[in-house]
C-alpha cells in the first residue's frame, strides 16, 4: 500500500501527464494545422529575432500588445525550428507553467490535495478557452509572469519584496489582463507579510524601475509614431461599461473548470466564495476575492472589455483568460484541507472531459465564425505562397505588393515561408515600417500585385498581365518598393 506522500506523488505524476498530453494534443491537431494573420506577424517576428534583427519591443505595428512568444520562440528558430511550430509551442509551455506554479504554491503550503485538483481541473476548461489560450497572440505571456510572483509568498527579504514589484509591473505591460491574477497574490502576500511598512516600501521600489521600463518602451513609440498602423484609445466610461453587460454572455463564458456557464455563471460563483469566506470569517480570502471582483466590474467601464465578437479570433472573453486561474487560486485560499477522494475523483473526471473535447476535434475548430483575422490552414497556406513563389520564378521578379484589400496572411505568412530573398509588402497598414527603408536601394522592373488594380492610376509605360484572380505581373521601368507604391496611389508616407 502506498503511503500517503507516495499517493500525493502518484496523483500528481498522473494529472501532469496528463495535462502535458492534453496539450500536446491540441498543440497536433490543431496549432501546427491553422493560423490566421495576427499568428503570421508572429511567426515574422519570431524569424527577424532568430537572425539579430530587434524591430520595436510590442507587437509589430502597435503601441501595445507583446512578441513575448515570438522572443522566446527565436532560439529554437534559429536552431532550425519552423516558426508555425515553435511559436504556438512556447504558448502552450506558458500555459503549463501557470498550471505548475499554482501546483507548487499550493503544494509547499500543505494544501497538497488541492494542488493536484488544480491541474487535473486546468484541463476540464471549455473547449474554445482551451483554443483561446493556446493560439499565440501574445494573450498569455503577461498572466504567465505574473504567475511567477506566487514564488516570493512568505519571503521576508527587502530583495524579494523589490522583485516582485518589478515583476507585477512587467507582467502588467505585457498583459493588463494579469491584474485579475496578479491581484490576489500580491493581497495575500500583503496580508501574510509580517512588517507591512518594509513589503511596501520596497514593493513601491521595484513598481517604480518597473514603470520606468515600461514608460521607456512606450517612449519609443513617441519618437517613431510613424511605426504605428494599428492603434487602440483606451478609455473608461458608463457608456462602455453598458456595452460590456450586453456581451457578458460571451465575456465570461467557459471561465469555469466541468461547468461551461455563459454570462453571469462565472460572476455568480465569484460572489458565492466571497460570501463564503464572510460567513466563515475568512475575512482576508474573502477581501481577496472581493478585490477581483471590484476590478473585474471596474474593468467592464473600458471599451476593450466590449472590442470583439462571439469567436474564437476576436473575442472578448480574450481579455479575461487569467479568470480560471483566479477562481482556481482564490478556491485554494478558501478552503484549510480538501480531502484526498477529490483529486482521486477529479483525475478520472477531468479524463473524461478532455477526451470528450479531443473527441469533438480541436482540428475542425476553424469551422467556428471568425472575424477580424483572416484565417488558414497551414497547408493552403504554404500552397498559396508556392504559387505565389512559381509565379514570380516565372515572371523573374522578387517582389509582391500586396493591395489595400490584400491578403494579410500572405503578406506576412508568405514572407516566412517562402525564399528569404522574396520581398513582400502591404499598401496601407503595413506592420513591417522598416521594410521600405531596407528595400529602397533594390530596383524591380517587374511585381506581382495582388489586390483591386485601378489600371488608370498606371503610367503608359507599365504593362499588365492578369495572371489568377487579383493576381497581376506588372512590368515597365525599374522602381524601388517605396516607388512602385507611389506608382500604385499609396506613397510611403501614406501607407
Not at 509551455?93 to 501557470?98: A, C, H, N, T
Not at 466590474?297 to 473575442?315: P, Q, R
Request: proline share 4%.
Amino acid at each position: 500500500m502506498p503511503t500517503h506522500r507516495n499517493l500525493h506523488s502518484i496523483l500528481a505524476t498522473i494529472a501532469f501527464v496528463g495535462a502535458i498530453v492534453f496539450h500536446f494534443t491540441i498543440f497536433t491537431s490543431y496549432n501546427i494545422k491553422w493560423t490566421d494573420s495576427d499568428q503570421t506577424v508572429m511567426w515574422t517576428a519570431s524569424e527577424d529575432m532568430a537572425n539579430g534583427h530587434f524591430h520595436e519591443p510590442r507587437f509589430y505595428g502597435q503601441d501595445y500588445g507583446n512578441m513575448a512568444e515570438a522572443l522566446l520562440a527565436a532560439p529554437l528558430v534559429a536552431l532550425g525550428g519552423e516558426p508555425y511550430q515553435v511559436v504556438p509551442l512556447i504558448t502552450h509551455l506558458m500555459v503549463l507553467s501557470i498550471i505548475f506554479n499554482l501546483f507548487y504554491f499550493f503544494w509547499k503550503e500543505g494544501k497538497r490535495e488541492w494542488a493536484i485538483s488544480i491541474v487535473a481541473l486546468s484541463v476540464t476548461l471549455a473547449y474554445y478557452t482551451d483554443i483561446q489560450m493556446s493560439l499565440p497572440r501574445a494573450y498569455i505571456p503577461g498572466i504567465a509572469l505574473s504567475s511567477f510572483s506566487i514564488y516570493f509568498h512568505q519571503r521576508k527579504s527587502a530583495l524579494a519584496f523589490l522583485t516582485l514589484g518589478l515583476l507585477s509591473i512587467l507582467s502588467l505591460s505585457l498583459n493588463v489582463s494579469a491584474i485579475f491574477l496578479l491581484a490576489p497574490i500580491l493581497l495575500h502576500q500583503f496580508f501574510q507579510s509580517v512588517v507591512k511598512k518594509t513589503f511596501l516600501i520596497y514593493f513601491s521600489v521595484g513598481a517604480m524601475i518597473g514603470v520606468i521600463i515600461h514608460l521607456g518602451i512606450q517612449h519609443f513609440y513617441t519618437l517613431h509614431p510613424e511605426i504605428i498602423v494599428h492603434s487602440f484609445k483606451f478609455r473608461l466610461s458608463t457608456y462602455d461599461f453598458g456595452e460590456s453587460i450586453k456581451k457578458l454572455h460571451e465575456t465570461f463564458r467557459g471561465f469555469i473548470p466541468l461547468i461551461h456557464t455563459r454570462g453571469l455563471g462565472f460572476l455568480v460563483l465569484l460572489l458565492i466564495v466571497i460570501l463564503y469566506n464572510f460567513i466563515r470569517k475568512n475575512t482576508q480570502t474573502a477581501l481577496i476575492g472581493l478585490s477581483v471582483l471590484i476590478i473585474l466590474l471596474f474593468s467592464l467601464t473600458s471599451n476593450k472589455a466590449h472590442d470583439g465578437f462571439e469567436s474564437v479570433y476576436f473575442s472578448t472573453s480574450r481579455m479575461y483568460l487569467a479568470l480560471p486561474f483566479t477562481l482556481l487560486l482564490v478556491l485554494g485560499f478558501s478552503f484549510k484541507k480538501v480531502p484526498i477522494l477529490v483529486p482521486i475523483l477529479l483525475i478520472p473526471i477531468s479524463g473524461i472531459s478532455a477526451w470528450s473535447k479531443i473527441n469533438t476535434g480541436y482540428e475542425d475548430f476553424h469551422l467556428f465564425g471568425y472575424r477580424m483575422v483572416q484565417v488558414r490552414s497551414v497547408e493552403q497556406l504554404q500552397e498559396e505562397c508556392e504559387s505565389l513563389y512559381q509565379a514570380c520564378e516565372q515572371h523573374q521578379t522578387e517582389l509582391i505588393i500586396f493591395g489595400t484589400d490584400g491578403p494579410d496572411i500572405l503578406n506576412y505568412g508568405c514572407s516566412v515561408l517562402n525564399d528569404p530573398s522574396l520581398i513582400s509588402v502591404r499598401l496601407g497598414k503595413e506592420r513591417r515600417r522598416w521594410i521600405w527603408e531596407e528595400t529602397s536601394s533594390t530596383k524591380h522592373s517587374n511585381i506581382l500585385f495582388y489586390g483591386g488594380l485601378d489600371e488608370d492610376l498606371l503610367e503608359e509605360e507599365i504593362e499588365v498581365l492578369q495572371i489568377g484572380e487579383r493576381q497581376f505581373i506588372l512590368s515597365g521601368p525599374s522602381h524601388s518598393p517605396s516607388e512602385w507604391a507611389s506608382i500604385l496611389g499609396w506613397p510611403v508616407d501614406k501607407t
